[in-house]
Nanobody, 115 residues
Framework: QVQLVESGGGLVQPGGSLRLSCVAS????????MGWYRQAPRKEREFVAA???????TYADSVKGRFTISRDNAKNTIALRMNTLKLEDTAVYYC?????????WGQGTQVTVSS
């Protein structure tokens, strides 16, 4: 059983920055794909960014150039650095990992961008 725990959410003004972190535990194997989704109020959950264990990174168009995903394979941790935050980035951010064809999710961390 894999557990994912996020941290680092909060309230920030437009143009500000936040860094989210996620730690995976309970797996004796390196998780090949880890990343982030988000869900804004009254909207469906959407992909934000992902990183594979061999260093391939992908981003949603809406966050390219502003968000950076980074990973420590040895520690099964992943981070999301979010710069130049916009009002529309407000959402609950979920960390996920794919292991053995199954997706595991964290409990989510709230990011609120507001002036």
């Amino acid at each position: 059983q894999v557990q994912l725990v996020e941290s680092g959410g909060g309230l920030v003004q437009p143009g500000g920055s936040l860094r989210l972190s996620c730690v995976a535990s309970g797996s004796g194997f390196s998780i090949k794909v880890m990343g982030w989704y988000r869900q804004a109020p009254r909207k469906e959950r959407e992909f934000v960014a992902a990183d594979t264990s061999d260093g391939i990174q992908t981003y949603a168009d809406s966050v390219k150039g502003r968000f950076t995903i980074s990973r420590d394979n040895a520690k099964n941790t992943i981070a999301l650095r979010m710069n130049t935050l916009k009002l529309e980035d407000t959402a609950v951010y979920y960390c996920y990992g794919i292991l053995g064809g199954k997706a595991y999710w964290g409990q989510g961390t709230q990011v609120t961008v507001s002036s």
